[in-house]
């Protein structure tokens, strides 16, 4: 099962610069409408890409990129319009088909199957896959390939056992291995270092300049300033401008997106109270058996955030787990408000006053085929009003749900439909609306603000300080530095599942958090 098609000449070969293309139009969307159970989440949309260009695709979450991207990849039809692919008309049938044309797309809900490696995930599907592939030979190649776009994963990995991070990069290095000409990156930073993205960046630069085309979906208003040639900007379902990266700037982009000026939230001094969440020499194995999480201390008071930094897949998802009695701990203890919760059941820490947001909203955080009102009730039904003994008032739910609904801004629900229909950014809010509604005494936040718009990400961070100064104490993990930077009273580094580094606020700085990341001991003063 040959690998080329994925690398370098493989691209050139499908793209030649000598052929006049490049610069040429890669693809163009014309008049393109989209809806969904009677709401538009497309509006006649005009979009166009260029051979050898990154175009990124800017809006608030729901402001319909995800379903734009999706209609040039194949996974919907729209109901009205026109794609051209490099001039010629087409009507992608599937992402199958799609994947034939060259368009391929890597969505911020990964399309893997879990039980399968890495090493699997990439053959699967793939035209030059043998029925008697040599598994080692497979494996080699795999890692192979992610050393060549600097998006390395264990070949031999099962996905289930693999942080999001990494299974971001899994579905990155699938595209790259079908040879994809056009690819459509969401919120492919969204759990990156920036360490990690400026390698990104490198890679889909070194992309772009072989010809390919890449459509490039953030909410980080400075990576696009920093990656991009070109600008797109979409708010509620329409296209509002385009420009090139030099026409634009980051205040302007903004304005565009959510149709206003933004500012940013302040973070007050606030008297620490006394610890609330203690963990003393806790350790952990991942799900591959090998400790993940060794001998972490860390302590969290009231009125406090403490931060956890550290590159995906170095015993966060695990310490997080952990606290909220999801992983078995092998040593240490936990206590939460004085009381010993290290051999409690997540419905005992639940009761204490623990409120959890995971890091993987859609498969952990949210059940998505359940409606939005049963999704809010989750950690609350047993109690009245929502229950009158073993029975469950579905008018008390529904209620619930729209005073939750209005003051935690939930947008776009469809009433008896399933949550999976709520934008990133709007299941994010949900998550955080039922636990921040139950009054936890301590919140462990994983990775709150991934792949959301700038807008929502300051909702979502200004929601996190009014709970800071509410007196709860929050463990906040998070690879987006400025995040952690920005709301932490205290910074914890992980690295290999221990800790690196702690840091007070005016200690830390990109490149001591990159280099305390990276495993490597510095001197912050």
Known sequence: MPLDRAGAAGAAAQIDRSDGRLGGEAARLTSI????????????????????????????????????????????????????????????????????????????????????????????????????????????QVAELGRRYGLEAAPEAGVW????????????????????RILILDEPTAVLTPQEARSLF???????????????????????????????VLRDGRMVGSMEIAEADPARLARMMVGRDL??????????????????????????????????????????IVGVAGVAGNGQRELAEAIA???????????????????????????????????????TGMAGGLPLPANLALKAYRRPPLSRGPLLSKRAMDDRARRLEHRFDIRGVRWGLPTSLLSGGNIQRAILARELSAGPKVLVAAAPTRGLDVAAIQAIRRLLLEEREAGTAILMISEDLEEIMELSDEIVVLYEGRIMGRLEPGQASPEVLGMLMAGRTVDPA
């Open 33 to 140: 409408t989209k809806s969904f159970y009677g709401q538009a989440a497309n509006e006649d949309v005009d979009f166009d890409l260029r051979w050898g260009e990154i175009h990124a695709l800017l809006g608030e979450n729901g402001a319909g990129k995800s379903t734009l991207c999706s209609v040039l990849a194949g996974l919907y039809h729209p109901d009205s319009g026109e794609i051209r692919l490099d001039g010629e008309q087409v009507e992608l049938r599937s992402p199958h088909h799609a994947l034939e044309q060259g368009v391929g797309m890597v969505y911020q809900h990964f399309r893997l199957v879990e039980r399968f490696t890495v090493a699997e995930n990439l053959a699967l599907g793939h035209p030059d896959t043998k029925v008697l592939a040599s598994r080692k030979e497979l494996e080699r």
């Open 161 to 180: 056992q693999l942080s999001v991070g990494e299974q971001q990069r899994v579905e990155i290095l699938k595209l790259l291995h079908r040879g994809v």
């Open 202 to 232: 490198a890679t889909m630069r070194a992309l772009a300049d072989e010809g390919r085309a890449i459509i490039f979906v953030s909410h980080k208003l400075d990576e696009v300033m920093e990656v991009s040639d070109r600008v797109s």
């Open 263 to 304: 500012a940013v939230p302040d973070r007050p001094r606030i008297e620490a109270g006394a610890p609330v969440l203690s963990i003393t020499g806790l350790t952990a194995a991942g799900d591959r058996g090998i400790e993940a999480v060794r001998n972490v201390d860390i302590e969290v008071r009231a009125s406090q």
């Open 325 to 363: 009695g999801l992983r078995r701990i092998e040593h240490g203890q936990i206590f939460l408000g004085g009381v010993d919760i290290t051999r409690a059941s997540p419905r005992q820490r639940i009761r204490l006053g623990l409120g959890f947001v995971p890091e993987d909203r859609m498969r």
